[in-house]
T-cell receptor, first 115, second 109 residues
């Protein structure tokens, strides 16, 4: 398996524009997580899915953020409208589950810059 | 609220100079403690899971230990390729991983 695949690797956009980040988890993994990493706040969990269903989105900072998982092999994180403070590295991770202490596999991340 | 604190923030070592990183945690009922390694421009990579006080795990020059309040990651005779940011994390009872801020280790040849 190629691991967790994220696209794009880098995204530069203007404030107010819509941004969509994409993730393909490892085949067979039941859990998918979206994290955001910044120097100030470290790694923060935004939302996670179990079997394509959003379980906990309490980490999503504002209504501008939304995430979907239409099938087991694809998820998106959308920011609309984007703001400069959204600039960060966004990671997607997946785990085999169901144990909550199962090893998580992370993608390479998407570095988002909002100017 | 679960909290994870790592120290030091940064560690500069000479090749071969052994040292330890600390991860202290406050959780209601530990369900495991994870160590990850993160290289620049990459996602975190899993190293170890520890489940109970007294447990130890080793991988090459790394050894992780766990007590009731903290975990240590010992780096023995490090090499430049051990340079990375080391993150620890603990899961809450609802599958969330709380990460520490990390310790950035730089090993000079």
């Amino acid at each position: 398996d190629a691991g967790v695949i994220q696209s794009p690797r880098h995204e530069v956009t203007e404030m107010g524009q819509e941004v969509t980040l994409r993730c393909k988890p490892i085949s067979g993994h039941d859990y998918l997580f979206w994290y955001r990493q910044t120097m100030m706040r470290g790694l923060e969990l935004l939302i996670y899915f179990n079997n394509n269903v959003p379980i906990d989105d309490s980490g999503m900072p504002e209504d501008r953020f939304s995430a979907k998982m239409p099938n087991a092999s694809f998820s998106t994180l959308k920011i609309q409208p984007s703001e400069p403070r959204d600039s960060a590295v966004y990671f997607c991770a997946s785990t085999a589950g169901p144990e909550f202490n199962t090893e998580a596999f992370f993608g390479q991340g998407t570095r988002l810059t909002v100017v | 609220e679960d909290q994870v604190t790592q120290s030091p923030e940064a560690l500069r070592l000479q090749e071969g100079e052994s040292s330890s990183l600390n991860c202290s945690y406050t959780v209601s009922g530990l369900r495991g403690l994870f160590w990850y390694r993160q290289d620049p421009g990459k996602g975190p990579e899993f190293l170890f899971t520890l489940y109970s006080a007294g447990e130890e795990k080793e991988k090459e020059r790394l050894k992780a230990t766990l007590t009731k309040k903290e975990s240590f990651l010992h780096i023995t005779a490090p090499k430049p390729e051990d340079s990375a940011t080391y993150l620890c994390a603990v899961p809450s009872n609802d599958y969330k991983l709380s990460f520490g801020a990390g310790t950035t280790v730089t090993v000079r040849a």
